[in-house]
Every structure is written in structure tokens, then in C-alpha cells.
């Protein structure tokens, strides 16, 4: 149970780092002219996914139960990798 908590305390933190990206994201997208974003919709779309995706991975990982453990550790590390790769190529890719 403690390496269970332990994890979802850097988990914490992993998202208000993702929270902080994706504020940065909302700013700079705001912030672009209508061609620019229908150009990004899709990739902005895919942010969306990406960290709903991340949602219910961490939300699974609360109801594991120890044998699960590292199964679902993995998941949400790579359903936090893949949304943080998704808000770092969509800020390269805006103007």
C-alpha cells in the first residue's frame, strides 16, 4: 500500500507539470489566429485524448490492487509520456 501512495505522490506531480504545459498551450493558443488553429485542431484534439487517456490510467492504478501494481504503473507512465509528447509538439508546432 505504501509504494502504492508513494507513486501516486510523484504522479501528483507529474500532473501539475502536464497542468502547468497545458496552461502554457491554452495561452499560446488563444492567442493564434483562426487558420493557425484549425490548422493544430487535430493535433490539439489528440492533447485532449492523450490526457483523458492519462485520467483513467491513474485512476485505475488508485483501484489496483498490489498484484496489478506494476502493470498499471506502466500504463501511466506511458499515458503521461505520451500527453507530454503530445503539449511539447504542438507548442514546437505553433507560431
Known sequence: ML????YL???VGEVEDLAARVA???GRFAKQKVNVKLEHYWELEYVRT??????????ALEDADSDQLD?????VESAWKDSMNAV???LQALP
Open 50 to 59: 492523450t490526457f483523458a487517456e492519462f485520467k483513467r490510467r491513474v485512476s
Open 71 to 75: 502493470h498499471f504503473q506502466d500504463d
Open 9 to 11: 505522490d510523484r504522479v
Open 24 to 26: 502554457l498551450l491554452k
Open 88 to 90: 511539447e509538439t504542438l
Open 3 to 6: 509504494r502504492r501512495e508513494a
